[in-house]
């Protein structure tokens, strides 16, 4: 399994950018096997899946339309990470977030998650 | 989207004794070209990440114990804890990827009695 760590600010004010990293080890972002996900939870919605980026000799993603045109996840390879860009933060978007690696589709793989509470 | 809808919400039930945990899906999540059904269990403990039990409706991961079984078929799907033990305390969740967007089901809370 790879390992992966979360990072990011922990409070967002409402309107601002709400932003978190994936660290791997164990894997390469770049893997041909693997797509890299972000996945937040809130007593609200329950788990909720938010989109997902994966290298098949080229760079694919996808999103939830719950939030199409607000997020956005790019992969750094240089430093073998992914990231989380989710504009327009609003309180409901108060959430723990989770970044997976899926293989096959399955999540095998979890960060240990991230409380992002958006709040002026 | 394809909806998965879990029951009971909560449960609690003896050490000992056995727990049973449904889900449904609101359309079939069996792939037929590969024969394959694109369904997991998750077992989340307080202030973690979810644990992955089952993949491919079946597939115990390594160190699961083998109290722990699935079953299932069509759109109807089953986790079973034969012996329920203390340390089986937690929310679980069943989780389609068969397409996207992935989705879970809203989780039923295991307790003991």
């Known amino acids: 399994q790879a390992q992966l760590r979360q990072s990011g600010p922990g409070l967002v004010k409402p309107s601002q950018t709400l932003s978190l990293t994936c660290d791997i080890s164990?894997?390469?972002?770049?893997?041909?096997?693997?797509?890299w996900n972000w996945i937040r939870q809130s007593p609200s919605r329950g788990l909720e899946w938010l989109g997902r980026?994966?290298?098949?000799?080229?760079?694919?993603?996808s999103y939830a339309e719950s939030v199409k045109g607000r997020i956005s996840v790019t992969a750094d390879t240089s430093k073998n990470q992914f990231s989380l860009h989710l504009n327009f933060a609003t309180p409901e978007d108060t959430a723990v977030y989770y970044c997976a690696r899926d293989t096959g589709r399955v999540l095998d793989s979890w960060g240990q998650g991230s409380l992002v509470t958006v709040s002026s | 989207d394809i909806v998965m809808t879990q029951s009971p919400d909560s449960l609690a039930v003896s050490l000992g004794e056995r727990a049973t945990i449904n889900c449904k899906s609101s359309?079939?999540?069996?792939?037929?070209?590969?024969?394959?059904?694109?369904l997991s269990w998750f077992q989340q403990k307080s202030g973690q990440p979810p644990k992955l039990l089952f993949s491919?409706?079946?597939t115990r991961e390594s160190g699961v114990p083998d109290r722990f079984s699935a079953s299932g078929s069509g759109t109807d799907f089953t986790l079973t804890i034969s012996s329920l033990q203390a340390e089986d305390v937690a929310v679980y969740y069943c989780?389609?990827?068969?397409?996207?967007?992935?989705?879970f089901g809203q989780g039923t809370r295991l307790e003991i009695k």
């Open positions: 491919w409706a079946f």
């Open positions: 980026i994966y290298y098949r000799s080229e760079w694919y993603d």
């Open positions: 164990g894997d390469i972002v770049s893997s041909r096997s693997a797509a």
């Open positions: 359309q079939s999540i069996l792939y037929s070209s590969n024969s394959k059904i694109y």
């Open positions: 989780h389609q990827y068969y397409s996207v967007p992935y989705t």
